[in-house]
């Protein structure tokens, strides 16, 4: 069986790919169907998804792997279901404005916001089968993440990272930890500022 490694960033992507590899009769290496919680407030950020399911706070084998969001819309298209696409909540709301078309047909919204729709980076056919209400698509507003950053002794700016012992650690914003406020905030003390992550 292959192994596929996967990178979650918070509980809730923890628990949904568990349960997708759960329903497929997969189970932990030691034979149970517990979300292990504390596994991942632990520090673990990777599941090894194969014979057994395992888990790592970093990806030590170097394995490629697969962000949350791809593992998601893969399992969605092996099972033929709706295909979600997460956008921001500006683009959501404009969207659903052009959908509720008031005073003129959907067409009539669409020709007028078609530079709009065109800037999103989806793809049109997407956009048009949503607005159409194909319940094949759907989008929804993408989840905002933070992070925690300070300034070190030299004034430059650096983010807590988890390090590979699952304790936290400094470093640059690309390595930054990125969660849901409400894990950010378990992470936080007075040395740390929290701030949204602007993508």
């Avoid at 997708?20 to 979300?35: A, E, P, S």
Wanted: aromatic residues 12%.
């Amino acid at each position: 069986m292959t192994e596929t490694v996967v990178h979650v960033t918070t509980l809730e992507q923890w628990k949904s790919v568990l349960d997708v590899w759960f329903k497929q009769g997969n189970m932990w290496l030691d034979g149970g169907k517990g979300y292990s919680e504390d596994t991942f407030e632990r520090g673990g950020r990777y599941l090894f998804l194969g014979g057994g399911i395992t888990w790592s706070v970093s990806n030590p084998t170097s394995k490629p792997y697969i962000e949350y969001s791809e593992f998601m819309a893969q399992q969605k298209e092996d099972n033929k279901m709706a295909t979600v696409y997460e956008v921001s909540q500006s683009v959501f709301d404009e969207l659903q404005r052009i959908k509720a078309h008031e005073g003129t047909s959907l067409i009539g919204a669409i020709t007028l916001n078609a530079q709009f729709i065109k800037s999103i980076e989806v793809g049109n056919k997407a956009i048009l089968r949503y607005l159409a209400d194909d319940p094949a698509i759907e989008f929804k507003v993408t989840e905002q993440l933070y992070r925690l950053s300070r300034i070190d002794d030299c004034e430059d700016r650096v983010y807590m990272r988890i390090n590979v012992f699952g304790t936290p650690d400094w470093g640059c914003a690309a390595d930054a930890f990125k969660a849901p406020l409400e894990e950010i905030k378990k992470w936080q003390t007075p040395a740390w500022e929290i701030e949204k992550v602007e993508e």
